[in-house]
């Protein structure tokens, strides 16, 4: 491969993302959206906050304008 570290990465999202996906019951969307924000330290910004609200290591802005 090219770029081990994307496979590294992707395989690191994708964990994470079963494991959202199993503790809360979230979308595969939702439960990768999320991991990937974690993944990279990010806060997640969006308008969906019930589909989000119960990943506690997630952190949400909810007043995006």
Do not use: C
């Not at 330290?41 to 304008?65: M, P, Q, W």
Request: aromatic share 4%; proline share 2%.
């Amino acid at each position: 491969s090219q770029h081990p570290w994307l496979h590294s990465m992707v395989k690191e999202i994708s964990k994470k993302a079963g494991e959202i996906r199993a503790k809360n019951n979230a979308t595969i969307i939702d439960a990768i959206i999320a991991a990937t924000a974690i993944n990279y330290g990010l806060d997640l910004a969006t308008l969906n906050i019930k589909d989000f609200k119960s990943i506690k290591e997630l952190s949400l802005l909810s007043n995006v304008n």
